[in-house]
T-cell receptor, first 116, second 111 residues
Framework: DTAVSQTPKYLVTQMGNDKSIKCEQNLGHDTMYWYKQDSKKFLKIMFSYNNKELIINETVPNRFSPKSPDKAHLNLHINSLELGDSAVYFC???????????????FGPGTRLTVL | RKEVEQDPGPFNVPEGATVAFNCTYSNSASQSFFWYRQDCRKEPKLLMSVYSSGNEDGRFTAQLNRASQYISLLIRDSKLSDSATYLCVVNPGDSNYQLIWGAGTKLIIKP
């Protein structure tokens, strides 16, 4: 059984489109994250939810909107896609917040987004 | 100065050799540290956590030097399967609940 799953794995789309990426974890974790990894391989946190509450909201364009319908799911919706949005988007989860016991983050396989 | 810095490499190392690389961090209040490995086109996976002076897991040893603000990763008897990018991760211990990720050190083990 996959612990953290994301769909789709690959996403190729035109500029200006709206797309969503879904993430689910079956680990029973309380905290979920969205990261962006660009071509230079830096992993940058975008959002984090703890018990469905938004706790990290980094400086990302408001075209990106996360939604957590329940603790096991964290989806990412992107409006008006731009060329610079092309990257790999990773979902992750952890039992606890960073700095607390159980804060190891487990990652999904990533969604490779290409905007043409 | 970047918050977490790593030598990007690549480190080209013959199979069976010992290799070590460091990661420096800028925030002296940082509380916990991790090494993740990321294979090409795959997700990062936790390799080791480093909570005190260091720890060892088989062929892997991680050490923390708080005075000089760096952590190191030592791999002994390297295997071909150790080829990956090793990401250094730092918990700055503030209230932002964010981990700070290094850009990674690429390791290539050659037969």
């Amino acid at each position: 059984d996959t612990a953290v799953s994301q769909t789709p794995k690959y996403l190729v789309t035109q500029m200006g489109n709206d797309k969503s990426i879904k993430c689910e974890q079956n680990l029973g974790h309380d905290t979920m994250y969205w990261y962006k990894q660009d071509s230079k391989k830096f992993l940058k946190i975008m959002f984090s939810y703890n018990n469905k509450e938004l706790i990290i909201n980094e400086t990302v364009p408001n075209r990106f909107s996360p939604k957590s319908p329940d603790k096991a799911h964290l989806n990412l919706h992107i409006n008006s896609l731009e060329l610079g949005d092309s990257a790999v988007y990773f979902c992750a989860s952890s039992q606890a917040l960073p700095g607390l016991a159980g804060d190891t983050q487990y990652f999904g396989p990533g969604t490779r987004l290409t905007v043409l | 100065r970047k918050e977490v810095e790593q030598d990007p490499g690549p480190f080209n190392v013959p199979e069976g050799a010992t290799v070590a690389f460091n990661c420096t961090y800028s925030n002296s209040a940082s509380q916990s540290f991790f090494w993740y490995r990321q294979d090409c086109r795959k997700e990062p996976k936790l390799l080791m956590s480093v909570y005190s002076s260091g720890n060892e897991d088989g062929r892997f040893t991680a050490q923390l030097n708080r005075a000089s603000q760096y952590i190191s990763l030592l791999i002994r008897d390297s295997k071909l399967s150790d080829s990956a990018t090793y990401l250094c991760v730092v918990n700055p211990g503030d209230s932002n609940y964010q981990l700070i990720w290094g850009a990674g050190t690429k390791l290539i083990i050659k037969p």
